[in-house]
């Protein structure tokens, strides 16, 4: 076992107060700090205390690591990352391919000859990307396209006649062929049209808000603060097809291959297939390729129910359960005075684990009696060489993930 320190994303959208705050750091930070991994990704490869990182690690004596079966089943890479995302302003729009598509395109690119780093690229490696978020505080998501009855309805609300078009387009074929019509127009309408037809819906929106209409307030907020912060970006109006989603803590989201999604604000973990592949549809400075967007998207309407994942709670353990074969996650309680919650829980899950610590301090002691203790903001390692391990709150009202291979 090994002691993580995690690596600090500082993206622009982040806050400069909530991973400060976890980690007992001076806050406000100097710098947004947007998320912080643990993993092996190689652009951030978390940092063991011993000396090097964990990709190294993993490298160097992969079988020991990773175990047998997740060698076999995904070669000698983690086939998870794990994060503490801290949204002070909306993420881009974007999906991410299956692993079909991710693995065309990434053949793709390379054969077309584009730098990693190239800012064009939109496949970095040949992986999906299937992902599931848990908020830790009230978290803000756009994600999905909504039943596109609901939206013709929000659009006729805004009584905006600039929309008619598009209203008209949805209410004759409500369904997946519809959203990709209303959807691919808007994406590609020139500047001269969007820099007039968002503005006529914001303040479409404004009017409704002012006469204290309630059905679709969340979704019409989220549309002026995301036209205020993306004036002119065709990814206002296509907010205005997805489903408005607020987590509380604790609650989750599973966003799996084409869906279109955004996270707006607040702090959750977040867990991944081992991957960097984005096509991002709006809502950002960075390149959009609206083809390849469109390759990539599933415009099947979905609910939120079906986006949020089924618990099992097995005592102070909540395990979220999803299809995605490289991760599962769940989040633990414990009390170090026995009194709330039990103090210690135990773990006997061959391959890899990480174990990231959301607040308090534990110890994690395997088999052959070695430990490690962490405190918020670092993680525990455990290859599959020391599956067998005991976790004790060294502190009350300690919280951690475990995410493994399930």
């Known amino acids: ?151 013709v309805e929000l659009l006729r609300s805004l009584q905006v006649p600039a929309l008619d078009p598009y209203l008209g387009l949805l209410a004759g074929q409500p369904d997946d062929t519809g959203l990709r019509a209303v959807f691919t127009t808007w994406l590609t309408l020139p500047d001269s049209v969007i820099g007039t037809l968002v503005p006529d819906t914001l303040d479409g929106a404004v009017r409704v808000l002012e006469r204290g209409e309630q059905r679709f307030a969340l979704e019409l907020r989220s549309l002026l603060e995301l036209g205020e912060a993306y004036p002119g970006d065709p990814g206002v109006l296509a907010s205005l097809l997805l489903n408005r989603i607020h987590l509380n803590p604790g609650e989750a989201l599973y966003v799996s291959a084409g869906k279109l999604h955004a996270y707006l604000q607040g702090t959750a973990v977040e867990v991944m297939a081992n991957s960097d592949n984005v096509l991002r549809g709006g809502l950002t400075p960075k390149h959009i390729d609206v083809p390849e967007l469109l390759r990539v998207l599933d415009f099947t309407p979905v609910s939120v129910d079906e986006l949020t994942p089924e618990t099992q709670s097995v005592g102070a353990e909540r395990v979220y359960m999803t299809p995605a074969p490289e991760f599962r996650m769940s989040r633990v309680h414990l009390d170090g005075t026995g009194m709330h919650q039990p103090s210690s829980i135990s773990f006997g899950v061959s391959g890899p684990q990480i174990v990231a610590v959301l607040s308090g301090r534990i110890t994690v002691t395997a088999g052959d009696g070695h430990d490690v203790t962490a405190s918020a903001c670092d993680a525990v390692w455990i290859p599959d060489a020391d599956s067998d391990v005991v976790v004790h709150a060294a502190s009350s009202n300690t919280e951690f993930v475990r995410v493994f291979v399930p």
């Open 1 to 151: 076992m090994k002691l993580l320190a995690g690596v600090i994303r500082p993206y622009a959208w982040g806050s400069r107060t909530a991973l400060a705050e976890m980690r007992g750091a001076p806050s406000p930070s100097a710098h947004p700090e947007a998320e912080l991994w643990f993993g092996a990704h190689p652009a951030s490869p978390a940092t063991v205390e011993s000396g090097g990182d964990l990709l190294s690690l993993i490298e160097d004596d992969p079988e020991n690591q990773l175990g047998a079966d997740v060698l076999d089943r995904f070669g000698a890479r983690l086939p998870y990352l794990v994060k503490v995302l801290a949204a002070q302003e909306p993420l881009s729009l974007q999906a991410h391919p299956s692993a079909e598509q991710a693995a065309d395109g990434f053949d793709r690119e390379n054969a077309e000859g584009l730098r990693f780093d190239a800012p064009e690229r939109n496949y970095r490696d040949g992986w999906h990307k299937p992902e599931l978020v848990v908020a830790l505080t009230e978290f803000d998501v756009l994600a999905g396209f909504r039943d596109p009855h609901v939206t």
